[in-house]
């Protein structure tokens, strides 16, 4: 190939760490490579929480839109921000090879603060202030915004307890504290700590060398969890979360619906043949919808629209 690849990223520390992983791996293969930053709408706008901004692709549309003018060739996204329709003639390159999927909480103080009747935790996310009050019903948990950096601060800078994270971009970018403890209870956001390339449809030069750093077994777990979402109809930050693993010749998957004040569940949990697996997810998600995940994701939906 003779053109540069253009490389659209966030402008965030841990969308810039991805987006040099890609260059990195492409540059190996004897790629030539660029990368270009833009800012997002999820990352200007820190005051309001996620779910009332129309969560929506809303850290993706940036580099959706400059891609469509030809600005980039490909995108790096996070996949678990990435909606589960893309926009038209945009595809999926590649999806890389799946880092630690699960969620920490960093604290401050003591483990025994943490768990205290009255503890404050901080977290932007649905899911998982959802699954935090089921298991701490007593707890407050308060909104929590901005890059992994920001909410680092944020977190030292308030009288909270702690702040929920993913693993894997604490890791990512050499920021996960001593003071953290793994929620291995927590089930993670479809796709969390896989990263996902998009090309034009038709570039197939691009979608060719992208195609040499796709990782199937990351895809098809991803793949089952994004479409158990999609079968919910719930955005990327719906309180939904969903672990696909390969296991053996064997995938295991776990399926979770909560309400947003963490008093009702609807779970799942399936075990199939990898041969048989690609309809995992949408089996799960309609198994969860006619056992009151249909009634409970209207009352979701009824919240996040207020």
């Known amino acids: 190939m003779s053109k540069i690849i253009r490389i659209g990223t966030r402008n965030s520390e841990l969308a810039l760490w991805q987006a040099h992983l890609v260059q990195g791996q492409l540059e190996e293969l004897g790629y030539q490579t660029e990368v270009v930053e833009l800012s997002s709408v999820g990352d200007e706008i820190l005051d309001i929480p996620l779910h009332q901004i129309g969560s929506m692709g809303v850290f993706t549309k940036t580099l959706d839109v400059a891609m469509l003018r030809g600005q980039i060739d490909i995108a790096v996204h996070s996949l678990k921000d990435v909606p589960t ?148 109809e719930g955005g990327c930050t719906a309180p939904i979360g969903g672990h696909a693993e390969i296991v053996g010749n064997k995938v295991v998957f776990k399926g979770l619906l909560s309400a947003i004040d963490g008093k009702e569940q609807k779970g799942v949990f399936r075990i199939a043949d990898i041969d048989k697996a690609d309809d995992l997810g949408k089996i799960c998600g309609e198994e969860v919808l006619a056992n009151g995940g249909k009634e409970l994701m209207e009352q979701i939906k009824k919240v996040i629209k207020k």
Not at 117 to 143: F, M
Not at 146 to 152: A, E, I, K, M
Not at 195 to 216: G, R, Y
């Open 85 to 232: 329709k893309l926009p038209e003639t945009i595809v999926q390159a590649a999806v890389l090879e799946r880092a630690d999927v699960n969620d920490v909480v960093v604290f401050k103080g003591t483990e025994q603060d943490l768990v205290a009747e009255k503890a404050t935790i901080a977290t932007g996310s649905l899911r998982r202030t959802a699954q935090w009050l089921h298991k701490y019903p007593s707890h407050r948990l308060t909104d929590l915004r901005g890059n992994v950096n920001t909410r680092l601060q944020k977190l030292q800078d308030n009288d909270w307890n702690g702040a929920i994270f993913a693993k894997a971009g604490l890791e990512r970018i050499n920021l996960l504290p001593k003071n953290h403890l793994v929620l291995d209870w927590m089930i993670p956001a479809p796709a969390q700590g896989a990263i996902m390339i998009t090309a034009i449809e038709t570039d197939n030069e691009v979608l060719q060398a992208c195609e040499k750093l796709h990782h199937k077994e990351t895809a098809l777990c991803v793949g089952i969890e994004r479409d158990f979402m999609s079968t919910l």
